[in-house]
């Protein structure tokens, strides 16, 4: 499809897109596909359509911008009535080179209009007297003339009535609760996201964690599992839902114009009106310009002719030109009383209900902000977690992380902690920054946990109750499955493994082997009983069978004290 950008807020990112048939769509510049074009008002573009909402948008070639006050009569009186544009407009924006403006170009064209030649009648028995290079250039201008039923085709197309009220179609009310209807079936439909455990603030996340999804699936194309396709695809359809409330929920004058004015028929009517109404005003003006040009030239070329044959065929020529001049200006001001009674009537509408949707609004606004919040957090939580247990077993993105020296688990973390160390605090900007606090919020989130792993249920509870009374702040996590305890580790963080001797399915040498297949970072260990043989893992502590479990939970407190502190030393340097 084709359309043109009919506001656009580079602050943001947001925009709206006017089709041909008069169809406002909203669009992010997450959706813009063209690296040599930046979306800007008046650019005409093409898109694909996907659930009522432009993708894939580039501009189209030979796209001209609107220039400021461009299709407006010259009235510095009247506001404009696009609020939008007229935001836009106070945008800082690239110096461009203006258009040339029709009427130029029709006066420049006049001689191309017509091949063939006019023949004017030539005096008899009379001198052709020499002429000037101007008085042959004004009559090369008016042998190909246009005709005056060409001028006067605005002129004589008769007005539509005028309308004395605007009815309303749809009441405040309404109109509120349509809005927000389509925004509660979104929530609706994805309630089951509730249920997820953990949340990522998308709020924070959303730009880094699309910079990982794109790259990670550009590097193991593999990841990108069917799954995994319509987790994204459903996050960036409910951001699109949110990024609409929100841009509405910020500009309440938007939200009245979108969900309240565009609902009243009438006063669309009205408002096409005005639009069509300016048109015919610029292309009259175009014309009193031209019509006052040949008009002076013709009285000039009367006034050397009353002599000849050609007195009495100019002079009609004038006559219908002072016609059509009269005809035009009375019709322009015609025109432009009528532009202003209907602005008048648009901006009283307008008023009339306005307050009372803006209360609206913002009070149906409060109810559901809470809960895009939470369903988008949900949503971001699981696209991120899916998506790196998927590169946790990619050999591409295990070979890129080794080559590329990032070093820790396959995390959103590690990927940024990596990222951010070509930064220094000089070369920061402003987005950068915000980089670093979503660093700092996911290392808020990440817990580092002491995982105790062994045979008896009785056991394992008696080395955590022993590790909360010895110190409430260490996170411990335990198991009587080995299979289960894998699981686990690979997705949190383990600082201090305490291990049996002796385990229900396996052997302590095979569970370690299996660690560190699956699970990449290090931990301190902890083994109760006699020392495995397996020596790829060093041996933090050996403890006796019959050690007591307060003994343990101190152990346990003071490896996990020095795992912490190596962390933010290697965080530090």
Not at 31 to 38: A, K, L, P, Q, T
Not at 93 to 115: K, M, N, V
Not at 341 to 366: C, G, I, T
Not at 471 to 498: C, G, M, P, R, Y
Request: glycine fraction near 2%.
């Amino acid at each position: 499809m084709n359309g043109k950008i009919l506001f656009f807020n580079a602050n943001d990112g947001n925009g709206i897109i006017i089709t041909a048939d008069k169809q406002k769509l909203n669009f992010t510049v997450q959706e813009w596909d063209d690296f040599e074009v930046m979306p800007s008002l008046g650019l005409e573009v093409g898109f694909s359509l996907n659930e009522e909402a432009p993708t894939n948008i580039t501009a189209l070639e030979n796209s001209t911008h609107l220039q400021e006050n461009e299709y407006l009569p010259e009235d510095e009186d009247e506001p404009q009535q696009d609020e939008p544009q007229q935001e836009q407009q106070e945008e800082p924006q690239e110096a461009e080179e203006e258009p040339t403006p029709d009427f130029i170009e029709e006066e420049t064209a006049t001689h191309h209009l017509y091949e063939e030649e006019v023949v004017k009648p030539q005096p008899k028995n009379l001198e052709t007297p020499t002429k000037t290079q101007e008085e042959e250039q004004k009559e090369e201008f008016f042998k190909e003339e246009p005709e005056i039923t060409e001028i006067l085709e605005d002129v004589e197309e008769e007005l539509p009535p005028r309308e004395e009220s605007v009815t309303v179609t749809m009441n405040v009310h309404r109109a509120v609760d349509n809005y927000f209807q389509v925004i509660e079936e979104n929530i609706e439909r994805r309630k089951f996201y509730r249920k997820v455990e953990g949340r990522l603030d998308y709020l924070l996340i959303r730009r880094f964690l699309w910079t990982i999804f794109n790259n990670l699936c550009e590097i193991d194309l593999h990841i990108l599992t069917p799954q995994l396709k319509t987790l994204a695809t459903d996050l960036r359809a409910m951001a699109r839902v949110y990024d609409d409330f929100t841009r509405k929920t910020r500009q309440p004058k938007l939200a009245y114009e979108e969900v309240f004015l565009s609902c009243q028929a009438e006063y669309m009517k009205i408002k096409e009106g005005t639009e069509l109404t300016v048109e015919r005003i610029q292309k009259l003006k175009n014309n009193e310009k031209y019509v006052g040009s040949v008009r002076k030239i013709k009285k000039e070329l009367l006034e050397k002719t009353i002599d000849t044959e050609e007195f009495s065929v100019l002079k009609d020529e004038l006559k219908s030109l002072n016609g059509a001049y009269v005809d035009t200006v009375h019709m322009m001001a015609e025109l432009d009383e009528r532009y202003k009674h209907d602005m008048k009537l648009l901006k009283e509408f307008e008023k009339e209900y306005r307050d009372d949707f803006y209360a609206l609004f913002s009070n149906a606004a409060k109810k559901y902000k809470s809960d895009f919040i939470d369903i988008l957090s949900a949503q971001a939580y699981l696209l991120d977690e899916k998506l790196w247990n998927k590169a946790k077993v990619s050999k591409a993105v295990k070979s890129h992380f080794q080559k590329s020296s990032i070093v820790g688990e396959f995390n959103t973390r590690t990927y940024l902690k990596y990222y951010l160390k070509s930064f220094t605090s000089d070369n920061m900007s402003e987005e950068t920054k915000k980089l670093s606090d979503l660093y700092d919020y996911l290392c808020s989130l990440h817990k580092e946990y002491a995982l105790i792993v062994v045979k008896d249920p009785q056991d394992a509870m008696e080395y955590e109750s022993s590790v909360r009374v010895v110190d409430k702040s260490i996170h411990t996590s335990i198991f009587v499955d080995e299979k289960k305890a894998l699981q686990w580790a690979i997705k949190n963080s383990v600082k201090v493994l305490v291990l049996e001797d002796r385990l229900t399915h396996m052997s302590v040498d095979t569970f370690l082997k299996n660690y560190k297949k699956h699970v990449l970072s290090i931990p301190s260990i902890i083994i109760i009983g006699e020392k495995p043989k397996i020596n790829d893992y060093s041996i933090t502590k050996l403890l006796k069978q019959n050690t007591s479990s307060l003994l343990i939970a101190r152990n346990i407190q003071e490896l996990y004290y020095e795992e912490i502190k190596k962390s933010q030393e290697k965080k530090d340097s």
